[in-house]
């Protein structure tokens, strides 16, 4: 056997992605749950009549997890059978053989792959929402301190009328609650397949049963309950629709674009020095410019979201792949598409959570690059404290204009500052306003209601508190120093 320095291993086990998360996708957590599943059928199956002894219940109980030896029984077995639950059954009844001739019972190989599967995938959101909800309130808590700062607004990659940064943070928040809202749904919308039979007809059931509809439908609702599940797929073919992975997919694509979009941002703000993420003293940033503080974190966000806001469509395509009532070239891609969604969700969060727990801001640096563009900002505001002096508007736009055609030829052909309020003070002209004018270059005056609209954003009773209170406890924890979410393996 090969040592772990041989073997290739995902990044996503190796680099990026929580131990719990791990675990739950890990071949222990998805064997155990089968057999959790197979224990809750027949605890089903006896409560409504079938004769299943009490010693094949207790031996069902006393051996949910999996030992390496029963590992490989399985594995011996599936090479022999080519079918990976028939292998587990007759591990399963090794360790139970009391129960050997009851387990699966009435069930197709979907009860428990399928059952499984919505079991992992709704646990997996589970894990993923206390997380999402906690980087929210790190950047309300940071777009809450910068409310107030102004800073240069960007439209078209130009620069435009300045809002605050606390603003630019709340833009990325205002998206991130919709992705909340979208694990949230996607969560809730997941249904328990149940026990459905080969085609979904329930006609294995039924004959157990023998033709008593009542206790079948039982049946199905005993083992959802048991599952966890409210909810029980009224319809369903061999397997629940895949239309229910392309919705749960959808939620995690979306959510990998917020998270390019916002490290797209943080990029360009650490490129012009405004803002930068967190960097650790004894970081290195390039292996050859050893003054660099390159955005790394960022640009692994981008990354990582880049190959999660693509999965969707593999979701997609095999749900549209799908003839009549199965076809098992699903299998195989989902195997891969459900653990590697949550996977790449969970590593995008320990980022996002590192990443807003240490924002740097350079009030300086903004004030610098704001000011560089404020005099040409502020001449509308000049043009109209000039008209209320009198002064036609005619005339005052084309003295500003002239001058700003002047100032801006300094600027771009002969690279020094912006000159247009010295030249504005030595013309007569505009005697009438100087007295105004550090009124008028105020940044503060050209924000508008960004800082109003971050504190009724961000503050109490606010849509972010109100979107978060489900999360109340997982928040304080992580506020508390209880939970090392977002601290990163490299």
């Keep these: 056997m090969a040592n772990n320095h041989e073997r290739w291993e995902s990044p996503l086990s190796g680099r990026y992605a929580s131990p719990e998360m791990l675990n739950l996708f890990s071949p222990q957590i998805r ?7 197979w224990l809750w059928l027949a605890e089903s199956e006896k409560e409504l009549g079938i004769d299943i002894s009490d010693e094949a219940i207790a031996q069902m109980k006393a051996h949910l997890t999996l030992t390496d030896e029963d590992f490989k029984v399985a594995a011996v077995e599936e090479k022999k059978r080519r079918h990976d639950v028939m292998a587990h059954v007759h591990a399963y009844g090794q360790n139970a053989p009391a129960a050997a001739g009851i387990i699966h019972l009435g069930a197709t190989s979907a009860y428990v792959a399928d059952n499984a599967d919505l079991i992992l995938m709704r646990d997996a959101l589970d894990m993923l929402l206390p997380k999402l909800a906690i980087a929210i309130k790190k950047l309300s808590t940071f777009a809450h301190e910068y409310k107030d700062l102004p800073c240069l607004a960007y439209t078209h990659g130009q620069a435009a009328q300045p809002h605050t940064v606390g603003k630019r943070a709340a833009l990325w928040i205002k998206d991130l609650l919709r992705d909340l809202r979208n694990f949230e749904r996607a969560m809730n919308d997941i249904e328990f397949r149940g026990v459905k039979g080969t085609t979904g007809t329930q006609a294995s059931f039924l004959a157990i049963f023998h033709g008593d509809h009542a206790k079948v439908e039982i049946l199905d609702e ?4 048991r599952a966890g599940f409210q909810n029980v797929c009224d319809i369903s073919s061999q397997t629940y629709s895949r239309k229910v992975d392309v919705d749960v997919m959808n939620a995690y694509s979306s959510f990998g674009a917020t998270c390019q979009r916002i490290g797209g941002d943080i990029r360009h703000l650490a490129s012009i020095k405004e803002i930068e993420e967190p960097f650790e003293s004894s970081q290195i940033g390039s292996s050859a410019m050893a003054y660099k503080r390159n955005p790394m974190r960022s640009e692994r966000m981008c990354s990582l979201g880049r190959a999660l806001s693509n999965l969707n469509q593999d979701a997609t395509q095999t749900y549209a792949a799908q003839w009549f009532e199965r076809t098992l070239d699903d299998s195989s891609i989902r195997r891969l598409y459900i653990p590697h969604s949550a996977l790449l969700a969970d590593s995008l969060l320990i980022l996002l959570n590192n990443i807003s727990s240490g924002l740097v801001v350079y ?8 000011a560089s563009e404020l005099p040409f900002m502020a001449t509308e505001n000049i043009i109209f404290a000039l008209v209320a002096k009198g002064v036609s508007r005619q ?3 084309e003295k500003i204009r002239v001058h700003s055609q002047a100032a801006g030829a300094v600027v771009k052909q ?12 030595g013309d007569a002209f505009f005697e009438p306003v100087l007295g105004q004018l550090p009124r008028l270059l105020d940044p503060r005056t ?5 800082p109003e609209q971050v504190e009724k954003f961000t503050g109490g009773g606010g849509v972010v508190e109100k979107a978060l209170e489900p999360y109340r406890e997982a928040i304080g924890r992580s506020e508390r120093g209880e939970d090392k979410g977002g601290e990163l393996h490299v």
């Design 446 to 450: 050209f924000v508008g209601r960004a």
């Design 414 to 425: 002969e690279g020094k500052d912006n000159d247009l309020i010295e030249r504005i003070r």
């Design 222 to 225: 005993l083992v959802a309950q």
């Design 363 to 370: 009030p300086a640096v903004i004030a610098r690059r704001l």
């Design 31 to 37: 064997s155990t749950t089968w057999r959790k599943l």
């Design 395 to 397: 005339e005052a736009h």
